[in-house]
C-alpha cells in the first residue's frame, strides 16, 4: 500500500462545506490478536458509512491490510505513521503504529502486547480529542486479560480508564439498539455482591444520565424512564424483598425532584416489551443481564454500547475481541456499524447545538 496516497480513485469530491459539517471521528482498532481490525475494515468498507463522517483508525495498517485481503475488500484508506497524523480532509486514515510487530498466526489469544498495543491506540486517540482534531471515538474491542498483563490492573476496562482521563466520577453503560435504550444500574458485578453495593446513589445515577443524555445528546425534549425493579413482580409489596421500596422508590423520587419523568420500579418482564411499543424513551435495569438480554434478543449485531457521564461521545460495539474467530473472516460488522453511525449522529447534534450557541 502506498503511504500517504488513497487506495482508491472512486472516492466522490466533498465540498469545503460538506466536511465542515462532517464530524471526525477517532476509532481505535482494540486488542491487535482479536476481531478488531476486521470489524473496522468491514464497517467502514461501506460507502454509506464512510459518508457519515471522517475517520481516523489508530492501529497497525498492515493488520487493517490482512483484513481487507480477506475479505477481498479493496482498501479505502490512507495510511500515514500514527505521530504524522493531525487532520483529514476527507474519507479515512489509517494512523499507523508500526513499531508493533502482528500476532502470530496462534497469537488469537490475551498477550502483553496486545494490551500495550491496545492501550497505546486509545491513549492517542484520547489525546487528538482532547486537543479538538476529532469529535467522537468508537472503540472496537480490547481484552481486559490483556490490559492486566501488560501491567494496566487499575482499570477493568474503556469505561473506566476514559473517566480517569476525563476527571468524571460518574459513568454508566447504555446499550442503544435503536427502538430500545437501556442503562444499568451495576456492570460486572456478581449477583450476590450486588446486594453490597445496592444503594439510592446506584440506582439515582444511571436515571440522571440517561435522562441527561436523551436531552442533550439525542435530543428528546423530556424523555420518559421506566426503571426496573430488582426482585420478580416488583417485590409484590415486600413479599419478595424490599429493596423496591427502600432503595429503588427513593431513587425515582430524587430523579423526579430534578425534573425527570420517570415512573418504577417496574417489573422487569413487562417493562422492555412496554418501550419497545413506544411507552418510554429509555430503561435502567439493575444489573447487567436483566437489561442486556432484551438487548441482545433484539439486536444482537445491531446493539451499541454508549458511555454516558463523559464530556465526549464515546461509543463501541456490544462484543468482545472474539479470539475464537479471528482469521475466519467471520466476524460479523452490524454492531461496529451501528457504533459508528450513531457516533456520528451524535456528534453532529452537538456540533449543530455549539453552533447554534456560539451563532450571534
Not at 439486536?299 to 463501541?316: C, D, E, Q, Y
Given at each position: 500500500?502506498?503511504?500517504?496516497?488513497?487506495?482508491?480513485?472512486?472516492?466522490?469530491?466533498?465540498?469545503?462545506?460538506?466536511?465542515?459539517?462532517?464530524?471526525?471521528?477517532?476509532?481505535?482498532?482494540?486488542?491487535?490478536?482479536?476481531?478488531?481490525?476486521e470489524?473496522?475494515?468491514k464497517?467502514?468498507?461501506?460507502?454509506?458509512?464512510?459518508?457519515?463522517?471522517?475517520?481516523?483508525?489508530?492501529?497497525?495498517?498492515?493488520?487493517?491490510?490482512?483484513?481487507?485481503?480477506?475479505?477481498?475488500?479493496?482498501?479505502?484508506?490512507?495510511?500515514?505513521?500514527?505521530?504524522?497524523?493531525?487532520?483529514?480532509?476527507?474519507?479515512?486514515?489509517?494512523?499507523?503504529?508500526?513499531?508493533?510487530?502482528?500476532?502470530?498466526?496462534?497469537?488469537?489469544q490475551?498477550?502483553?502486547?496486545?494490551?500495550?498495543?491496545?492501550m497505546?491506540?486509545?491513549?492517542?486517540?484520547?489525546a487528538?480529542?482532547?486537543?479538538?482534531?476529532?469529535?467522537?471515538?468508537?472503540?472496537?474491542?480490547?481484552?481486559?486479560?490483556?490490559?492486566?498483563?501488560a501491567?494496566?490492573?487499575?482499570?477493568?476496562?474503556?469505561?473506566?480508564?476514559?473517566?480517569?482521563?476525563?476527571?468524571?466520577?460518574?459513568?454508566?453503560?447504555?446499550?442503544?439498539?435503536?427502538?430500545?435504550?437501556?442503562?444499568?444500574?451495576?456492570?460486572?458485578?456478581g449477583?450476590?455482591?450486588?446486594?453490597?453495593?445496592?444503594?439510592?446513589?446506584?440506582?439515582?445515577?444511571?436515571?440522571?444520565?440517561?435522562?441527561?443524555?436523551?436531552?442533550?445528546?439525542?435530543?428528546?425534549?423530556?424523555?420518559?424512564?421506566?426503571?426496573?425493579?430488582l426482585?420478580?413482580?416488583?417485590?409484590?409489596?415486600?413479599?419478595?424483598?424490599?429493596?423496591?421500596t427502600?432503595?429503588?422508590?427513593?431513587?425515582?423520587?430524587?430523579?423526579?425532584?430534578?425534573?425527570?419523568?420517570?415512573?418504577?420500579?417496574?417489573?422487569?418482564?413487562?417493562?422492555?416489551?412496554?418501550?419497545?411499543?413506544?411507552?418510554?424513551?429509555?430503561?435502567?435495569?439493575?444489573?447487567?443481564?436483566?437489561?442486556?438480554?432484551?438487548?441482545?434478543?433484539?439486536?444482537?449485531h445491531?446493539?451499541?454500547?454508549?458511555?454516558?457521564?463523559?464530556?465526549?461521545?464515546?461509543?463501541?460495539?456490544?462484543?468482545?475481541?472474539?479470539?475464537?474467530?479471528?482469521?475466519?473472516?467471520?466476524?460479523?460488522?452490524?454492531?461496529?456499524?451501528?457504533?459508528?453511525?450513531?457516533?456520528?449522529?451524535?456528534?453532529?447534534?452537538?456540533?449543530?447545538?455549539?453552533?447554534?450557541?456560539?451563532?450571534?
Amino acid at each position: 500500500m502506498e503511504e500517504d496516497k488513497p487506495n482508491n480513485t472512486g472516492t466522490a469530491q466533498i465540498n469545503a462545506a460538506d466536511v465542515a459539517r462532517k464530524p471526525i471521528i477517532a476509532v481505535t482498532m482494540g486488542d491487535p490478536g482479536g476481531i478488531g481490525a476486521e470489524v473496522v475494515v468491514k464497517a467502514l468498507a461501506d460507502p454509506q458509512i464512510r459518508e457519515s463522517g471522517r475517520f481516523i483508525i489508530y492501529g497497525l495498517n498492515e493488520l487493517m491490510s490482512y483484513a481487507a485481503d480477506s475479505a477481498e475488500i479493496a482498501p479505502y484508506w490512507w495510511r500515514r505513521p500514527h505521530e504524522a497524523v493531525r487532520k483529514i480532509e476527507s474519507g479515512a486514515v489509517v494512523a499507523d503504529f508500526d513499531e508493533f510487530g502482528l500476532p502470530g498466526p496462534r497469537n488469537a489469544q490475551p498477550t502483553a502486547q496486545g494490551g500495550l498495543a491496545s492501550m497505546r491506540f486509545l491513549e492517542e486517540a484520547v489525546a487528538s480529542i482532547k486537543a479538538g482534531r476529532a469529535h467522537a471515538l468508537v472503540t472496537a474491542p480490547i481484552s481486559k486479560t490483556s490490559w492486566h498483563m501488560a501491567g494496566y490492573k487499575r482499570w477493568p476496562g474503556h469505561t473506566e480508564w476514559l473517566a480517569e482521563q476525563f476527571h468524571t466520577r460518574r459513568v454508566t453503560m447504555m446499550f442503544d439498539a435503536g427502538r430500545l435504550r437501556v442503562a444499568l444500574a451495576s456492570t460486572h458485578l456478581g449477583l450476590f455482591e450486588l446486594r453490597n453495593r445496592f444503594t439510592i446513589g446506584l440506582v439515582h445515577q444511571p436515571i440522571d444520565l440517561l435522562d441527561r443524555a436523551l436531552r442533550e445528546w439525542f435530543g428528546i425534549e423530556l424523555p420518559r424512564l421506566a426503571v426496573c425493579a430488582l426482585n420478580p413482580h416488583a417485590g409484590e409489596g415486600g413479599r419478595f424483598g424490599d429493596e423496591e421500596t427502600r432503595i429503588i422508590e427513593p431513587a425515582i423520587t430524587m430523579a423526579r425532584e430534578h425534573g425527570c419523568h420517570v415512573e418504577g420500579p417496574l417489573p422487569a418482564d413487562t417493562v422492555f416489551g412496554d418501550a419497545l411499543a413506544g411507552r418510554y424513551d429509555g430503561v435502567v435495569a439493575m444489573y447487567h443481564d436483566q437489561g442486556l438480554i432484551p438487548i441482545k434478543l433484539l439486536a444482537f449485531h445491531r446493539a451499541v454500547n454508549v458511555s454516558l457521564g463523559l464530556p465526549i461521545v464515546r461509543t463501541s460495539p456490544d462484543h468482545g475481541t472474539a479470539f475464537d474467530i479471528v482469521g475466519t473472516n467471520t466476524a460479523n460488522p452490524g454492531s461496529m456499524k451501528a457504533a459508528i453511525l450513531l457516533a456520528c449522529r451524535l456528534a453532529r447534534f452537538r456540533m449543530a447545538a455549539a453552533s447554534a450557541v456560539s451563532a450571534p
